[in-house]
């Protein structure tokens, strides 16, 4: 019954944007820190963003500072990742972690391309 489920994901040019959304069901969302992960093919996952329960806390990829923000609304229950200035090196799939006290879930990946 726990299900994170990503949309946003596409095909995009260079310096356009793309907003990544998460929606959480079945586990009490404003309980949990979440985050945002990348994952290309032949390489290892890599953090790319993190947000606190209550969203007042953010984390960065010094690979996307500046660029990317991740932000969170408790009450529809689903986490953002807005994406500017993309690169074509940002391309990859994209994974919503939850996390909270040993507990942790994953949602499927969705795919963001950037190319020209």
């Known amino acids: 019954q726990v299900q994170l489920v990503e949309s946003g994901g596409g095909l995009v040019q260079p310096g356009g944007s793309l907003r990544l959304s998460c929606a959480a069901s079945?586990?009490?969302?404003?309980?949990?820190?979440m985050g945002w992960y990348r994952q290309a093919p032949g390489k290892e996952r890599e953090l790319v963003a993190t947000i606190g329960s209550a969203g007042g806390n953010t984390n960065y990829a010094n690979s996307v500072k500046g660029r990317f923000t991740i932000s969170r609304d408790n009450g529809k229950g689903t986490v953002y990742l807005q994406m500017n200035s993309l690169k074509p090196e940002d391309t990859t799939v994209y994974y919503c972690?939850?996390?909270?006290?040993?507990?942790?879930?994953w949602g499927q990946g969705t795919q963001v391309t950037v190319s020209s």
């Open positions: 079945g586990f009490t969302f404003s309980s949990y820190a």
């Open positions: 972690k939850a996390w909270w006290i040993g507990t942790s879930y």
